[in-house]
């Protein structure tokens, strides 16, 4: 039988609720069908590590995570500490090191989640993949004459050949394992006339490897518009790491609520962990109030037993999801009544239910 070992970062705010929600569920999952062993492992990193430690995550924090075969992470921000500071200290202090420079984001609505649109669609099923190691959160740049009247700040995006030719084959690959073979290409290569347009080459260029995926490119603020008037059009995405975050949010946004949605963070080479997280931040409004929803979660760890090849129990742990959802066992934001709590246990019986 497989063994895995998993490592557990829950961090801020709601990222414990929902994280520790999925440990139970994936655990749960384990026991009953008894195909395979996980083992998770608790990792502390986040605000509070950091307000002790000085830093988010350990000195060898990346040495760390190569022991597991995978990891799922929570949220990380907390109100009082800068945004920026938080998210480099924990999130990109791991995704660049360790190349995972495919950001995977299936967003599909729920039987019994509201979808805002209104059109003739059944609801969407798209997959989005978003560049994960460079572009505008590169880093680079700085600020001169701080508080001055004529301050001036930079923010260089970096794009490379290596990069760009690398997330957009992933995305050309991506699509063509779907149904409907179809990807478009985002960018905005009107405005931004160097990295957006070897973009744009780049994606005419690899399109050739694969005759039978149809795609199209499109300039991300015509994206947004047609994600709510032509959702039927659309099928995979690719873009930017900052064109497919802000994307990534509407289309989460237009399946039902954020809470649902899941990504990976893939080094698609297999040379390092894996990592698994809800697209979702730390919530503070709702932090240890019990009501976070924890789909998005259980969705992601769903997400990371496909990649570890656990894709049988995947469907069946996303099966007993689905189907509480469609019971309308779900949390406020979709509009029910149950808190997470009530959401992990009628998940462990649906799951009692494939014995
Ligand atoms: P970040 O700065 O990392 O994006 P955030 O605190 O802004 O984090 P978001 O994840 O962006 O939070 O979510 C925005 C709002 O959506 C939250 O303030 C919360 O009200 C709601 N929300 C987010 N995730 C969930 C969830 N899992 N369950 C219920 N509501 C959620
Ligand atoms: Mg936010």
Redesign the pocket.
Known sequence: MSSYKIASIPGD??GPE?TNAAVEVVEKLAKTLGTFQINFTHIPWGTEYYKKNGQYVSDNALDELRQFDAAIFG?V?APDVP?HISLWGLLLAIRGPLQLYANVRPVRTFPGTRCPLNTATKGIDWMLVRENSEGEYAGQGGRSHIGQEWEVATEVAIFTRVAITRIIRFAFETAQSRPKKHLTVVSKSNSMRNGMVLWDEIATSVSKEFPDVAWDKMLVDAMTVRMVWQPESIDTIVGTNLHMDILSDLAAALAGS??IAPSSNLDPTRKNPSVFE?V???????TGKGV??PV?AFWSAAEMLTWIGEKDASDKLMSCIENVCAAGKV?R?LGGQCDTKEVVEAVCAEIEKLK
Not at 280 to 286: E, L, P
């Open positions: 705010g709601i929902v949220a921000g945004d954020i809470g809800p979702h931040g730390s919530a503070f409004d709702i976070a929803n998005g949390t934001d």
